[in-house]
């Protein structure tokens, strides 16, 4: 069972850098804005590429979609359990809620020609 994180807990695991954020939405979704510092690790590609990603299987992670209807996050969530990650967590109410909040949001700059 996935276990959930709040905003307020999360903002704090992300002030103190004790947390890697993956977000699990489209690549495109994610270069228009994701949480600070988040990764990026689409709900189909969790197999095949999280332990690249986070290769240490104790690393406190929280994965989270665009809203608490999404459920991509809960997917990835599971499945990063299954492989094994033991401190997996979801922020259920996802880049809405913290957008919502007056939260940042960092984007990926696209080099033009």
């Excluded at 665009?66 to 990063?80: Q, T, Y």
């Excluded at 990650?85 to 020609?113: C, F, I, M, S």
Aim: hydrophobic share 40%.
């Amino acid at each position: 069972m996935v276990t959930s994180i709040s905003r307020l807990e999360l903002q704090d695991a992300v002030a103190g850098g004790t947390v890697t954020l993956v977000e699990t939405l489209r690549a495109e979704n994610y270069a228009d804005g994701h949480l600070p510092g988040a990764v990026h690790l689409h709900f189909d590609d969790v197999a095949a590429h999280a332990r690249e990603l986070v290769p240490d299987l104790s690393t406190p992670i929280v994965t989270y979609c665009s809203n608490s209807a999404c459920r991509n996050s809960h997917i990835a969530a599971e499945r990063l359990i299954e492989l094994g990650y033991r401190n997996v967590r979801r922020y259920v109410d996802g880049k809405q809620d913290w957008v919502e909040h007056g939260l940042p949001l960092e984007r990926l700059e696209v080099a033009t020609r």
